[in-house]
């Protein structure tokens, strides 16, 4: 079984200070993470993947086997950063046919000005 | 474009009604999912498909059937409507190969009285 756990229901930062969206996974196998964004009234979008170690608008994550963690940061928060963030790990099924997409429950981030 | 388009952004539907939610993809993706997202609780993945006739549970299956009997639809089935089904419903599909993201619809805000 996979799972992935956000701990964070809400979190607010003020413009320009640090912020950490933490993510935490379970999962037997390689596992593949990703952070989607929803802005509102818009569709859930991609944000960035592990697999290629890219910034995106700001924002890093590193993939931590050790700790089984995939942490979203940035340095210097917005207020356009507001939105819904989820994490999600893609696993291989025990059968291999197939490749199942799990998300957390989501963090609400507010930039206060 | 890429598109996902989810035939009703809102329904409201009556107890014990059979209620169909179609999704249909124009990208050619191998994977189809069904998600439903409630406060708090994020997405949570009713059923998968990676083929055409193929179909995996994911982990709140019940009350729930799919069907795809095409590549490009994926049909979400509630037998038997509950008020406990009010939610949105998200489709998404991606291809089959690692790491790619997955593309969602705009979502169907269902309301079960």
């Known amino acids: 079984a996979q799972r992935v756990t956000q701990p964070e229901k809400l979190l607010s930062v003020f413009k320009g200070a640090p912020v950490e969206l933490k993510c935490n996974y379970s999962?037997?196998?390689?596992?593949?993470l990703f952070w989607y964004v929803q802005y509102s009234r818009q569709r859930l979008q991609l944000l960035l993947r592990?697999?290629s170690r890219e910034s995106i608008k700001g924002f890093t994550a590193d993939l931590n086997k050790g700790e089984t963690s995939f942490h979203l940061k940035k340095p210097f928060a917005q207020e356009e950063d507001s939105a819904m963030y989820y994490c999600a790990l893609s696993g291989l099924l025990s059968s291999g046919s197939a490749r199942q997409l799990t998300f957390g429950s989501g963090t609400q981030l507010t930039v206060l000005p | 474009d890429v598109k996902v388009t989810q035939s009703s952004r809102y329904l409201v539907k009556r107890t014990g009604e059979k209620v169909f939610l179609e999704c249909v993809q124009d990208?050619?993706?191998?994977?189809m999912f069904w998600y439903r997202q409630d406060p708090g609780l994020g997405l949570r993945l009713i059923y998968f498909s990676y083929d055409v006739k193929m179909k995996e549970k994911g982990d709140i299956p019940e009350g729930y059937s799919v069907s795809r009997e095409k590549k490009e639809r994926f049909s979400l089935i509630l037998e038997s409507a509950s008020t406990n089904q009010t939610s949105m419903y998200l489709c998404?599909?991606?291809?089959?190969?690692?790491?790619?993201?997955?593309?969602f619809g705009q979502g169907t805000r269902l309301t079960v009285v």
């Open positions: 999962y037997s196998g390689s596992p593949e």
């Open positions: 998404a599909s991606s291809s089959r190969w690692e790491g790619t993201e997955a593309f």
């Open positions: 990208m050619d993706h191998e994977n």
């Open positions: 592990h697999i």
